[in-house]
């Protein structure tokens, strides 16, 4: 798939999914700009305040739509993000959803030190297929492709990307994610479920106080 002048793709995950690493590699080999959507937001200060309960910045994603697509005209960009969103007069020609096994996703952002509650909400994202659900409801399902990037070397799945791409083929890396039947299969899905349980009932709450 060849981009077409003031474009975009979009690189979408919860938090932990390697969307920046895998976003800026896919850049670098594509030979266009790079843009971090939590970076662009600090940057141009476009939040109206941080809430400390949820760590989130609260944001109007209308202003970033239109921020980032001023941001853009003319050129062509790869765009991490953990909200799916169309940047105002960007056309977005595919769409790469990074998948990781919960209990991987659990491990990561445990080491990066996040609160449990913040673990939690985005291991049930993760295994309810919310990032996915987002990408369709926003974007045409054939510019979706989903990525497992479970235990991948980001840098070498982004030139890959890459090179399909160019090719036009990036359709045979896209991968069928059902987090629920592996799991059970692995027979790790009742302890994953334990995990979330308690922040359950908050999830959407939390989701939505980001968002404006």
């Excluded at 932990?16 to 971090?36: E, M, N, P, Q, V």
């Excluded at 239109?66 to 953990?82: F, N, P």
């Excluded at 990307?161 to 039947?181: C, F, H, R, T």
Aim: glycine share 4%; hydrophobic share 45%.
């Amino acid at each position: 798939m060849k981009l077409e002048k003031s474009s975009a793709i979009m690189v979408l995950g919860v938090a932990g999914a390697g969307k920046t690493t895998f976003g800026r590699h896919l850049a670098s080999a594509l030979k266009i700009k790079f843009l971090d959507i939590p970076e662009f937001v600090r940057e141009r200060k476009l939040y109206s305040r941080y809430d400390k309960k949820s760590q989130a910045y609260l944001i109007d994603l209308r202003k970033i739509s239109i921020a980032v697509g001023a941001e853009l005209m003319g050129e062509k960009a790869v765009i991490a993000s953990i909200y799916a969103f169309k940047p105002r007069r960007i056309d977005v020609e595919m769409v790469f959803v990074l998948r990781v096994k919960p209990t991987e996703l659990i491990r990561i952002l445990k080491e990066r030190g996040y609160p449990p509650a913040k673990i939690r909400e985005n291991v049930l994202a993760e295994l309810i297929d919310q990032p996915l659900h987002e990408a369709v409801n926003k974007f045409e399902a054939d510019k979706i492709i989903q990525l497992n990037v479970t235990g991948c070397d980001l840098s070498k799945l982004a030139l890959e990307a890459a090179e399909k791409i160019v090719k036009g083929d990036i359709k045979v890396l896209n991968s069928e994610v059902d987090w629920i039947k592996t799991l059970e299969e692995e027979g790790s899905l009742e302890r994953v479920l334990k995990f979330i349980e308690s922040s359950n009932n908050n999830f959407r709450d939390m989701r939505s106080m980001t968002i404006k």
